[in-house]
């Protein structure tokens, strides 16, 4: 908890910092409908300062990649949304932040990448799932 506690703080400096001097524009296009999720191919997602992120469920954890290439640990790992939510999991939540204080658990486990594109989180396998075409 008391690391939790220190990356919100951190977080939190940081959201001021990126929300200075940071724009985001895109409108939070329709979520797809409830049964129309399948499992994510590469399971990769495109983060701020284009990093990508993909959970890695045998260690389960998240890790990311600046080339695509070369995946490293990320732990306390915070990515934004199209709209500049901040997004994190944490003890097998999807949580997000929007006001740099507090956390709150995403109910319905989605959120669109700085691309626009849907993903959802699977608490249950800890699998990231997309929609069906």
């Known amino acids: 908890m008391k690391t939790f506690l220190t990356f919100a703080l ?9 929300s200075a001097h940071t724009a ?3 409108p939070e296009k ?3 409908i ?8 590469k399971g990769i997602w495109l983060g701020n300062y284009n990093t990508r992120y993909k959970i ?4 389960n954890a998240v890790k990311f990649s600046v080339n ?10 915070v990515w934004q949304d199209q709209q500049g939510r901040w997004f994190c999991i944490y003890e097998g939540k999807l949580m997000y932040n929007s006001d740099g204080k507090n956390w709150t658990e995403v109910p319905d486990n989605k959120w669109q990448d700085l691309t626009g ?3 959802r989180f699977d608490s249950a ?3 990231l799932e997309e929609p069906a075409l």
Request: glycine content about 4%.
């Open 56 to 59: 890695d469920k045998k260690n």
């Open 117 to 119: 594109k849907w993903y």
């Open 68 to 77: 695509g290439t070369r995946w490293r640990k990320a732990s306390d790992a």
């Open 24 to 26: 985001f524009n895109g």
């Open 30 to 32: 329709p979520a797809p």
């Open 125 to 127: 396998t800890h699998e």
């Open 34 to 41: 409830k049964n129309s999720w399948v499992k994510s191919e």
């Open 10 to 18: 951190i977080l939190s400096v940081h959201i001021s910092f990126i």
